[in-house]
């Protein structure tokens, strides 16, 4: 069992920067590939990004360079930087923790952030 627990979001003009924080905890947490996910009004929830433990990075394409996820597995804990931040970001955000050999059997969600980018 893993638990998150996020934290971060919150408004911005566009523009802005957000830092979004997923501290995880589980004796087994810090296997688990992490990601982002997010879900905006009506829309389906998409990946943002994903780490492995070795630091591998997964990006959607829609990213463009504008984030950045880290892990510090001292802490079990996964960022994702948000920058130049556009209307079309605002979403909630979810954490999420995949086991990497059995992703359908034990996949974990946070309770998702709130992040709102309007001027």
């Known amino acids: 069992q893993v638990q998150l627990v996020e934290s971060g979001g919150g408004s911005v003009q566009p523009g802005g920067s957000l830092r979004l924080s997923c501290a995880a905890s589980g004796s087994s947490a810090r296997i688990y590939i992490m990601g982002w996910y997010r879900q905006a009004p009506g829309k389906q929830r998409e990946l943002v990004a994903s780490i492995r433990t070795g630091g591998i990075t997964n990006y959607a394409k829609f990213v463009k360079g504008r984030f950045t996820i880290s892990r510090d597995s001292a802490k079990n804990t996964v960022y994702l930087q948000l920058n130049s931040l556009k209307p079309e970001d605002t979403a909630v955000y979810y954490c999420?923790?995949?086991?990497?050999?059995?992703?359908?059997?034990?996949?974990?969600w946070g309770q998702g952030t709130q992040v709102t980018v309007s001027s």
């Open positions: 999420n923790a995949a086991h990497p050999v059995l992703p359908e059997r034990y996949t974990y």
